[in-house]
């Protein structure tokens, strides 16, 4: 199975801030990184595809970035509904694995 | 909009099976080259990718459940299903079922259920 590690697993920011997230896969696996938002008890919410590209509905705040085996989601300015868990997931081969998450926490 | 809604019993005993049943609504669960996903999430941790299966009745599991895991569908109910025998206190989580959707050979997950508890309990 394909590993993914996020960095940091977790994270104390303000709103406003400009925060960036990383996930580093085992291997190489193209552009196939996801980005998905879970706020408390509620199901995860797709928010960047193929590393890049922004879901409908998605604020252009988001953004990410990176190819082969590094990757990066970036918040241009923390909004107070960003505050959530992150998690990276790779679609390059089965299975499909996830990132243990990145939790952004307020300062 | 497609929706998805998991239904099923909140509590499974150790030893027995877990089975889930996952309703599409908003549109036919035939409708385009979609697979259906199950995937859990322990409380506080992080997400475990169970299997999918296609409306043709195609199937891929993850290794690490595949001696245990049956996913099925009814594209006449438009719902899909997912049996987890010989259950432990480790497969207690939250459940959720998913589209996987993509295009030009990337998938994504999109979109989800709200998610079901069972608990594996005596």
């Known amino acids: 199975d394909i590993q993914l590690t996020q960095s940091p697993s977790s994270l104390s920011a303000s709103v406003g801030d400009r925060v960036t997230i990383t996930c580093r896969a085992s291997?190489?696996?193209?552009?196939?990184l996801n980005w998905y938002k879970q706020q408390p008890g509620k199901a995860p919410k797709l928010l960047i595809y193929a590393a890049s590209t922004l879901q409908r509905g998605v604020p252009s705040r988001f953004s990410g970035y990176g190819s082969r085996t590094d990757f990066s989601l970036t918040v241009s300015s923390l909004q107070p509904e960003d505050f959530a868990t992150y998690y990276c997931?790779?679609?390059?081969?089965?299975?499909?694995?996830f990132g243990q998450g990145t939790k952004l926490e307020f300062k | 909009q497609v929706q998805l809604q998991e239904s099923g019993p909140g509590l499974v005993r150790p030893s027995q099976t877990l089975s889930l049943t996952c309703t599409v609504s908003?549109?036919?669960?035939?409708?385009?080259?979609?697979?259906w996903s199950w995937i859990r999430q322990p409380a506080g941790k992080g997400l475990e990718w169970i299997g999918h299966i296609y409306t043709s009745g195609m199937t891929n599991y993850n290794p690490s459940l595949k001696r245990r895991v049956t996913i099925s569908v009814d594209t006449s109910r438009n719902h899909f299903s997912l049996q987890l025998n010989s259950v432990t206190a480790a497969d207690t989580a939250v459940y959720f079922c998913?589209?996987?959707?993509?295009?030009?050979?990337?998938?994504?997950?999109?979109?989800w259920g709200q998610g079901t508890l069972v608990t594996v309990s005596s």
């Open positions: 908003g549109a036919s669960i035939n409708s385009g080259s979609y697979y």
């Open positions: 997931q790779q679609s390059y081969s089965s299975p499909p694995t």
């Open positions: 998913v589209r996987d959707s993509g295009w030009s050979g990337h998938t994504w997950f999109d979109p």
């Open positions: 291997q190489s696996i193209s552009n196939n």
